[in-house]
């Protein structure tokens, strides 16, 4: 798995960095994947995630990386999508934000269970979905302080697309990832998690 994980990252990686829309933006979208890769293989063999986690951790990367090559407003296929169902933008960004959530659910569920941090699947789970949402309104901080420090260049990490609601949509769009995240894949995450103790 390790081999095809890898081969899939750097190929998408390559790709997104050929001729992207803007470098600075693709810096910008394409480091949370960098530094991503730098995590897993520092904590690979101290504590190494189930599949499950490593596949949607790969799955992130990609939608950062297509993000990065095009800008979330500019994504051709949700272009596309956008005529065909009369939207007013381009909601590339808004899968990026549920990824948001629903990723990081799945880590942090698996973190608190294996180290022991959390008592009660309920409290678990409040836990989690509230870690998902402070990760969420401390990216989009950081979206304001780009914008800030960049000025008219950080339209494009920015991708609000005029839309007045994104900074709101965005971390609700995180949370909705995190609760579906946990509400589907538990019993699939608890099955690898007792696979991997045994």
């Given at each position: ?97 549920f ?27 409040v ?25 008219k ?18 971390m ?27």
């Amino acid at each position: 798995m390790r081999i095809a994980w890898l081969s899939v990252y750097f190929l998408v990686l390559i790709w997104s960095g050929i001729a992207p829309k803007d470098y600075l933006t693709w810096a910008l979208e394409v480091g949370p994947a960098i530094i991503g890769l730098l995590v897993l293989a520092l904590t690979e063999n101290r504590f190494p995630l189930t599949r499950l986690s490593y596949i949607l951790v790969l799955a992130h990367c990609v939608i950062l990386m297509i993000g990065g090559h095009y800008t979330y407003a500019e994504v051709p296929f949700f272009d596309y999508l956008a005529s065909v169902f009369g939207w007013t933008r381009n909601n590339y960004d808004k899968v990026g934000h549920f990824a948001q959530g629903f990723v990081p659910a799945v880590i942090a569920r698996e973190v608190f269970i294996r180290a022991n941090v959390v008592n009660g699947a309920r409290w678990l789970q409040v836990i989690v979905v509230s870690l998902c949402l402070a990760i969420s309104a401390f990216y989009e901080l950081l979206e304001w302080w780009v914008a800030l420090l960049s000025g008219k260049s950080a339209e494009a990490f920015l991708g609000t697309q005029g839309y007045v609601w994104d900074t709101q949509s965005d971390m609700g769009l995180a949370f909705l990832g995190a609760v579906v995240a946990l509400g589907t894949l538990g019993r699939l995450h608890d099955r690898q998690l007792r696979e991997a103790v045994t």
